[in-house]
C-alpha cells in the first residue's frame, strides 16, 4: 500500500492546513481511511475517517474543528484543519480502515512517511 500525504507545515494557533493524501484508484474505491497522528514518545491516534461511502466520522480531537473528505475520482482524501492548537502538532498519516468493529477504526500496517505539523506562534 502506498499511500503520500501532503499539505502539512507551521503555521500559528488558530490558523488553518488542508491535508491530503493521494494513492492508488483500488486502494480509495474499495476501503475506508482514516486520518492518523502521532508525536514523538506517542502512540499513534485515530483523527478522523471517512467511509467507503463517504460518511465522515471525526474523533473527539478532531469535532467541530476538522472535517474529512474524499475524492474517489482522485483517490484522494482530505483533512481540512481549523481553528488549530498546539496539540495538533504531530505527523498526519492517512491509511486504510481494515476494522471498523465496535466503532474501532484500525488501520493497515504500512505506513507512508506522513506530513508534519507543527502548531507555534
Known amino acids: 500500500v502506498q499511500l503520500v500525504e501532503s499539505g502539512g507545515g507551521l503555521v500559528q494557533p488558530g490558523g488553518s492546513l488542508r491535508l491530503s493524501c493521494v494513492g492508488s484508484r483500488d486502494i480509495f474505491r474499495n476501503n475506508a481511511m482514516g486520518w492518523y497522528r502521532q508525536v514523538p514518545g506517542k502512540a499513534r491516534e485515530w483523527v478522523a475517517g471517512i467511509t467507503e461511502g463517504g460518511i465522515p466520522v471525526l474523533g473527539l480531537a478532531a469535532q467541530g474543528r476538522f472535517s474529512i473528505s474524499r475524492d474517489n475520482f482522485l483517490s484522494a482524501i482530505y483533512l481540512q484543519m481549523n481553528n488549530l492548537k498546539p496539540e495538533d502538532t504531530a505527523i498526519y498519516y492517512c491509511?486504510?480502515?481494515?476494522?471498523?468493529?465496535?466503532?474501532?477504526?484500525?488501520?493497515?500496517?504500512?505506513w507512508g512517511q506522513g506530513t508534519q505539523v507543527t502548531v507555534a506562534s
Open positions: 491509511n486504510t480502515v481494515v476494522d471498523r468493529s465496535g466503532g474501532r477504526w484500525d488501520s493497515a500496517d504500512d
